[in-house]
């Protein structure tokens, strides 16, 4: 029996009608499969989002803390500073002191040294004018 053209492309009909549905559905497939890639991206876009902003808030926190800390140092070296100055000038005014004192104590030294060369000189003239007389009755 011989089949007919028709009957032929009927045949050929339903497998190509066959292949579109298999090809509809391959495609159907691709395209789920695409919307759930891409809804998966954007999930783990959004997961990804999330850590790097708690990730930058970490970094905000210890970039607070580390500037509060150095705020706290300077804050304290500027206190130190101060009491060095106050320091300062309290020594200058003890050098200041030791200065006055020095030339008081070294005038009452140069007094007291003239005093006592004043005193030395008519005592040596004396004991010398006394030996020389002594010498001259003796003699």
Request: hydrophobic share 40%; charged share 30%.
């Amino acid at each position: 029996m011989a089949t007919s053209i028709e009957e032929r492309v009927s045949k050929v009909e339903g497998i190509v009608s066959g292949h579109d549905r298999i090809f509809d559905m391959i495609h159907e497939e691709i395209r789920d499969l695409k919307i759930s890639v891409d809804n998966r991206i954007g999930d783990f876009r959004d997961e990804v989002n999330i850590r790097f902003d708690e990730v930058n808030r970490r970094f905000d926190e210890a970039k607070a803390g580390t500037s509060r800390m150095f705020d706290e140092t300077n804050q304290r070296i500027g206190a130190t500073n101060g009491r060095i100055d106050t320091l300062e000038g309290g020594i200058d005014e003890t050098n200041r002191r030791i200065a006055e004192m020095d030339s008081r104590l070294t005038n009452r030294m140069d007094s007291t040294l003239k005093l006592m060369v004043a005193i030395q000189i008519p005592t040596w003239v004396m004991i010398i004018t006394m030996w020389v007389t002594i010498f001259m009755r003796i003699g």
